[in-house]
């Protein structure tokens, strides 16, 4: 039996491994692709960290809390920004190549503003490829350390023995399912983008660990806030090219069918206000002209393709020329900011169970992540789950997002996601198509009760249909758990009777004090509430 068992090999999963394995562990990594698939290095902007005067630690978690609409928790705030500089500084050191500029004290990094940010705190690599870079560096250091590496396994349940967590149940590439078994065992499985039909995440951000977590009655919370990133370029291709909003920070505007610039009278900071407010603006355009996307027009930048090379890259990929055309934009999921409830050391409701990552709901994102927070909440959570596992820490303490958690009752569960054979059996992208569009039309960027009620309805036809999925594929487990998350989602957003970050009711378009707080699965069907200390909270609702 291994010390540790990483679920992921994205930022979360390999930060994990490699502390374990300095630390002396014997470590296990499964993952669903190749090692290096994850969403991780897709990330373009880069990682967001507060290294020296004028920005402080003090300034980021201002930002932080702002963009997270009054549900942060503020020491899970502290921990991510106090933390942050220091793990950035030991990624570079482990070989990822951030990019500098000359200055008479030698090179120092190169930094860059983004949306919500009071200043320029977000370091990059090769300009746009921040998370190529990263992963890459990454990869090559768990290659050459002692950590196993399966490629192709993939986690299909929680094993739960004693009261505690020992590992997984995980179908093998050659199709056997085998029990994996470690004294601790993190998830860091990465989020759930591919619960919608336009998304910019990657085929393998299905939810796993959270749906598993949500079967084996591990608590999960905030799942209602879905962030849409405003700017992806419409186009069939899956995931949808991201549009960063660096472009917009370079000048790029968005502008309606008519030409219009459209975000100058919707928002005082114009086309660099939030995301969500970007979003839902765009959104409203798109309603009130009937068309299924706007533009950007982003043909002012001067040396887009040495600025922006990823971008440059996909936009000549569709036959666009970023200097001539306008490009065309739509909303698209983007960052689950719920997830696998933990404290601040990554602790889950179940002892021995970790989850750190875009899995984790460990209280740093609130309502709404701050665009780059998310690379470095895997840097800095994926180091504490080791220092606490080396610490000797079993169990969840009353912390971070966990406050209040521990005290609700844990409901056995119910499913088994083990499929039998069938005889004539649904193709799993046909059920998989149905799950996203049906996500995307009515658990949208604007959602509200008639639309939340058509989607669970049609959620439910659709796990009838589940049943004649084939056994023993990936493919079908994949669908499984996205119709898991998509129902709780669905069901977080049909409770939640708010306006609140990255959350949208029609019905119900303003913040409600009343609901300041998290909706929190723990086997039960419906999400139960448990309101935020005060000491806990912080930021502007
Ligand atoms: C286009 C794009 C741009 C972004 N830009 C930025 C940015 O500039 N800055 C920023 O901070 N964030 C950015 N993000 C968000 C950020 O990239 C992610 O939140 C972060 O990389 C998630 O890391 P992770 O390690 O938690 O998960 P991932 O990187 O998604 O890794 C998850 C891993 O788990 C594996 N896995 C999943 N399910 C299973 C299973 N059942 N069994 C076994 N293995 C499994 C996967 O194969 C994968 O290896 C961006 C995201 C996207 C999509």
Redesign the pocket.
Known sequence: MHDLLV????????TTALHAARRGMSVVV????ELS????????????AAFAPPDSPDLHLADTLVAGSGLCDADAVRVLVEEGPDRVRELAAMGARFDTEPSAEGDQLLLAREGGHSLARVVHAGGDA??AEIERALVEAVERSDIEVRTG????ELLRERGRSEGVL?LSPTGGVEFVRALDTVL????A?QCFAVT???A???G??IA?SLRAGVACADLEFVQFHPTALHHPSM?RP?L?EALRGEGAVLRDDEGSAFMAGAHPLADLAPRDIVSRAIYARMMDENVEHVWLDATMIEDFEHRFPTIWAACQGVGLDPTNDWLPVAPAA??LSGGVVTDLDGATTLPHLWS????ACSGVHGANRL????????LVFGRRVIEAIVRDKREADSTGAMTGVLDLTAVAVDEDPVVLPRNNPTAPDKVRGAVQRTMSSDCGVVRDAGGLKLAADTLGDLAGLADDLPAREMAT?EVL?LLRVSRAIVDAAATREETRGSHARADYPEASDDLLGRFVFRGSARPEFVPLSAGSRGGNA
């Open positions: 679920m992921g090999s994205g930022i979360a999963g390999l499964l993952t669903k692709g698939h994850s969403a991780t290095r897709y990330a373009q902007g880069g990682v967001a921040t998370g396994w993939f986690a299909i995980a860091a499985t990465g989020g983008g910019t995440n990657p393998l951000s299905t796993d660990g598993l995931p991201l960063s983007h960052y750190c990552g875009e899995t665009a780059s927070n998310s690379l470095l909440d895997g487990y758990n």
